[in-house]
């Protein structure tokens, strides 16, 4: 296992349709993070799972966007009829918490799936 | 509510020489962490380096360094002797100590010249 996976790495749909991302972390790591890139900024963080648990959403995330992580292992992140404004890059990430919490862990990234909406 | 500023859109440096970029933070949390992240045109987000809030000393990893002055919260990164290969958009980010989550700054776009 080289690194967190995305499938798919492009997605064209029209506005209307549902669509659904797949994130494979890195095999080990108990943590994986939803993020959204628009063009010209920096990512925002959507939601994230300890192991199957969702534990934050954000905002962002409307009734529309819905994140699973079954078996604690991939995750997917569906959205609902879709919109203009949804076109974006989608990052998943992931990280290895220990119960100490250790301070210096960082999230390793995948590919994202960029999402254009017509 | 914790906030990355990064206030260079684009900055230009020639091949072998230093460059810095420039990040400032804002949060009421004593406790944080600090990172850097490189994303080339092809999209992915590389991980370059972390300073913790609590951290006596600079972060260096290899060419990269970070400049770390807590009083005026800013987190500086240097590269020393660019490279082509450097060309691409930089992230200062923070991490929320209770969630995990990364907060973005908007980037910087590094562009090396020969």
């Known amino acids: 296992d080289t690194g967190v996976s995305q499938d798919p790495r492009h997605k064209i749909t029209k506005r209307g349709q549902n669509v659904t991302f797949r994130c494979d972390p890195i095999s080990e790591h108990n943590r994986l993070y939803w993020y959204r890139q628009t063009l010209g900024q920096g990512p925002e963080f959507l939601t994230y799972?300890?192991?199957?648990?969702?534990?934050?959403k954000s905002r962002l995330l409307s009734d529309r966007f819905s994140a699973e992580r079954p078996k604690g292992s991939f995750s997917t992140l569906e959205i609902q009829r879709t919109e203009q404004g949804d076109s974006a890059m989608y990052l998943c990430?992931?990280?290895?918490?220990?119960?100490?919490?250790?301070?210096?862990?960082?999230?390793?990234f995948g590919p994202g799936t960029r999402l254009t909406v017509t | 509510a914790q906030k990355i500023t990064q206030t260079q859109p684009g900055m230009f440096v020639q091949e072998k020489e230093a460059v810095t970029l420039d990040c400032t933070y804002d949060t009421s949390d004593p406790s944080y962490g600090l990172f850097w992240y490189k994303q080339p045109s092809s999209g992915e987000m590389i991980f370059l380096i972390y300073?913790?809030?609590?951290?006596?000393q600079n972060a260096t990893e290899g060419r990269y360094s970070l400049n770390f002055q807590k009083a005026r919260k800013s987190a500086n990164l240097v590269i020393s002797a660019s490279q082509l290969g450097d060309s691409a958009m930089y992230f200062c980010a923070m991490r929320d100590w209770s969630t995990d989550k990364l907060i973005f700054g908007t980037g910087t776009r590094l562009q090396v010249f020969p």
């Open positions: 990430a992931s990280s290895l918490v220990g119960m100490d919490r250790g301070p210096s862990y960082e999230q390793y």
């Open positions: 300073q913790g809030s609590y951290d006596q």
């Open positions: 799972f300890q192991n199957e648990a969702q534990l934050e």
